[in-house]
């Protein structure tokens, strides 16, 4: 039995379908396996549920929600698979001798299988030196792999890092049809770039315009496309395909800062020397420091002006001689914070007593509500074992969350970030051609190790999806305990010291 497994990074099935002349095969695919919506994880954020659909758990049982997550002591700690301590699909693979290739799946390294392994770059973090194969000596044994790299610059504009972004396509999607033709028992690639490119023009994308920007990235899709056409014309009767994204998008009608929130409540302090840009973005290091915070609150204020700028953030910061300074939160002073991104977490300072904490959560709750553009919800309610990241979750509704500084607290812009559907099709001995509904993230792990008769953990959130044909002969799942062996836990240990940077 042989799995191929392909992951488009936040496709829908609203976007599929509005692209029926670039992605024709993956139309009729969807006529003829079982499909439906793929309800993710929320926040549908991608650490989070690219976790839960290699653990079949949801975030309250994994715990990885973003791509940093801040240690005790105050310091940002990126996210790696060390964070991910529950089992993953490709472990119960290996662990029963079934040969695996990974390519592109978040925390994957260090790597916990004997099997071949390109890493993400969610894996690197903004190190471009660290070897991306495992092992090492990958791309002599497949050449197809020599030159393969997965970041793309973001300094250029929009238009150029389309094109990177459909140059990295087409190198990842080669390596997908080479591996295809060789004897893995699981195969497991992800493509990123067809999220990337709809933060920017989801809305172009999904009513099929026809600018120049929409006219180079529906090549991603195409090209994408073209390779699923490959594996379906070479795919025998022992092949099970599973084609999934981890969430989907949709529009957004504008931005909260969440943080400016907080301190217009008095819940957060920043200091007076803020945080530089990310080197990621321009890759060289600056010899002078130049706060501009109050210029980027000005323009974050102003609709126009965020509008007209927007676009040319990645160059500006690129071009300028000098680091942007930006404001930076005061953690230990702060009552309250957001520290990651888009997350829609509030953390509230554990060096405040138990009644002080409550009273500070019921208090932003209520505020949170008082907008009447978001809701504030106690996180305990949402996932359990989650206290420990943060206390407040942001049902954010129709804004997307900022957790930078402006003047104002909501920016009235549209904005395109992920939404609670995905899609999943599968393709296989047994499948029924039919809409599945109900479908999770979750319910992926479970449903591959049952097709390969692999042992499920008992502990898993997911369930086996009812995807199979009237009178195919369905086998009893067997369940088994998820907890790793000591003998497991120091073979880990051992190949994580023999990994070299």
Same mark, same amino acid.
């Given at each position: 039995?042989?799995?191929?497994?392909?992951?488009?990074?936040?496709?829908?099935?609203?976007?599929?379908?509005?692209?029926?002349?670039?992605?024709?095969?993956?139309?009729?695919?969807?006529?003829?396996?079982?499909?439906?919506?793929?309800?993710?994880?929320?926040?549908?954020?991608?650490?989070?549920?690219?976790?839960?659909?290699?653990?079949?758990?949801?975030?309250?049982?994994?715990?990885?929600?973003?791509?940093?997550?801040?240690?005790?002591?105050?310091?940002?700690?990126?996210?790696?698979?060390?964070?991910?301590?529950?089992?993953?699909?490709?472990?119960?693979?290996?662990? /029963?001798?079934?040969?695996?290739?990974?390519?592109?799946?978040?925390?994957?390294?260090?790597?916990?299988?004997?099997?071949?392994?390109?890493?993400?770059?969610?894996?690197?973090?903004?190190?471009?030196?660290?070897?991306?194969?495992?092992?090492?000596?990958?791309?002599?044994?497949?050449?197809?792999?020599?030159?393969?790299?997965?970041?793309?610059?973001?300094?250029?504009?929009?238009?150029?890092?389309?094109?990177?972004?459909?140059?990295?396509?087409?190198?990842?999607?080669?390596?997908?049809?080479?591996?295809?033709?060789?004897?893995?028992?699981?195969?497991?690639?992800?493509?990123?770039?067809?999220?990337?490119?709809?933060?920017?023009?989801?809305?172009?994308?999904?009513?099929?315009?026809?600018?120049?920007?929409?006219?180079?990235?529906?090549?991603?899709?195409?090209?994408?496309?073209?390779?699923?056409?490959?594996?379906?014309?070479?795919?025998?009767?022992?092949?099970?395909?599973?084609?999934?994204?981890?969430?989907?998008?949709?529009?957004?009608?504008?931005?909260?800062?969440?943080?400016?929130?907080?301190? /217009?409540?008095?819940?957060?302090?920043?200091?007076?020397?803020?945080?530089?840009?990310?080197?990621?973005?321009?890759?060289?290091?600056?010899?002078?420091?130049?706060?501009?915070?109050?210029?980027?609150?000005?323009?974050?204020?102003?609709?126009?002006?965020?509008?007209?700028?927007?676009?040319?953030?990645?160059?500006?910061?690129?071009?300028?001689?000098?680091?942007?300074?930006?404001?930076?939160?005061?953690?230990?002073?702060?009552?309250?914070?957001?520290?990651?991104?888009?997350?829609?977490?509030?953390?509230?300072?554990?060096?405040?007593?138990?009644?002080?904490?409550?009273?500070?959560?019921?208090?932003?709750?209520?505020?949170?509500?008082?907008?009447?553009?978001?809701?504030?919800?106690?996180?305990?309610?949402?996932?359990?074992?989650?206290?420990?990241?943060?206390?407040?979750?942001?049902?954010?509704?129709?804004?997307?969350?900022?957790?930078?500084?402006?003047?104002?607290?909501?920016?009235?812009?549209?904005?395109?970030?992920?939404?609670?559907?995905?899609?999943?099709?599968?393709?296989?001995?047994?499948?029924?051609?039919?809409?599945?509904?109900?479908?999770?993230?979750?319910?992926?792990?479970?449903?591959? %190790?049952? %097709?390969?008769?692999?042992?499920?953990?008992?502990?898993?959130?997911?369930?086996?999806?009812?995807?199979?044909?009237?009178?195919?002969?369905?086998?009893?799942?067997?369940?088994?305990?998820?907890?790793?062996?000591?003998?497991?836990?120091?073979?880990?240990?051992?190949?994580?010291?023999?990994?070299?940077?």
């Amino acid at each position: 039995m042989k799995f191929i497994v392909l992951g488009l990074d936040g496709v829908g099935l609203g976007l599929i379908k509005g692209l029926k002349e670039e992605m024709p095969n993956l139309n009729r695919l969807l006529n003829d396996s079982a499909y439906g919506k793929l309800r993710t994880v929320y926040p549908p954020l991608t650490a989070a549920t690219w976790t839960s659909f290699q653990t079949g758990k949801d975030i309250g049982r994994h715990k990885v929600i973003n791509f940093f997550r801040l240690t005790k002591d105050f310091k940002m700690h990126l996210t790696s698979g060390l964070d991910v301590k529950e089992k993953t699909f490709y472990e119960i693979f290996d662990e /029963n001798n079934k040969k695996v290739f990974l390519l592109n799946l978040p925390y994957t390294r260090p790597p916990k299988i004997k099997g071949d392994i390109v890493y993400s770059w969610l894996c690197t973090g903004d190190n471009k030196d660290i070897n991306l194969f495992h092992p090492k000596s990958l791309p002599e044994k497949y050449p197809v792999l020599d030159g393969y790299t997965p970041f793309t610059e973001h300094s250029k504009g929009y238009l150029k890092t389309i094109k990177d972004h459909l140059k990295l396509t087409k190198k990842i999607c080669s390596v997908i049809e080479e591996i295809a033709k060789h004897d893995y028992d699981l195969s497991c690639f992800i493509i990123s770039s067809t999220d990337w490119v709809q933060h920017k023009i989801y809305d172009k994308l999904l009513n099929n315009k026809n600018g120049r920007l929409a006219r180079e990235s529906k090549k991603i899709f195409a090209e994408v496309d073209r390779t699923i056409g490959n594996l379906l014309g070479k795919m025998d009767k022992d092949t099970y395909m599973i084609i999934l994204s981890d969430h989907g998008f949709r529009e957004f009608k504008g931005k909260f800062f969440v943080n400016t929130f907080l301190k /217009n409540g008095g819940y957060l302090s920043t200091t007076g020397e803020g945080s530089k840009i990310k080197e990621d973005i321009y890759r060289t290091k600056k010899k002078r420091d130049v706060n501009l915070s109050w210029l980027m609150n000005v323009i974050k204020s102003n609709k126009l002006l965020y509008k007209l700028l927007e676009p040319f953030y990645t160059f500006f910061v690129y071009l300028f001689p000098f680091n942007i300074i930006k404001s930076k939160i005061d953690i230990k002073n702060s009552k309250a914070y957001c520290s990651f991104g888009c997350c829609p977490i509030i953390k509230i300072n554990d060096n405040l007593d138990d009644k002080e904490r409550n009273k500070i959560k019921q208090d932003i709750i209520k505020e949170l509500k008082a907008t009447g553009k978001v809701e504030g919800h106690d996180i305990t309610t949402f996932y359990k074992g989650l206290a420990m990241e943060g206390d407040i979750i942001i049902d954010m509704k129709d804004y997307e969350i900022d957790n930078t500084f402006s003047s104002k607290e909501f920016l009235d812009i549209p904005r395109f970030h992920h939404s609670k559907d995905g899609f999943f099709l599968v393709k296989g001995m047994g499948i029924d051609n039919k809409l599945v509904k109900g479908a999770r993230i979750i319910d992926i792990q479970p449903t591959m %190790l049952y %097709l390969a008769g692999l042992p499920i953990p008992a502990d898993v959130d997911g369930k086996v999806l009812d995807i199979f044909r009237k009178g195919f002969a369905r086998k009893k799942a067997e369940y088994s305990e998820s907890n790793k062996s000591l003998k497991e836990k120091e073979r880990i240990k051992s190949v994580i010291r023999s990994l070299s940077v």
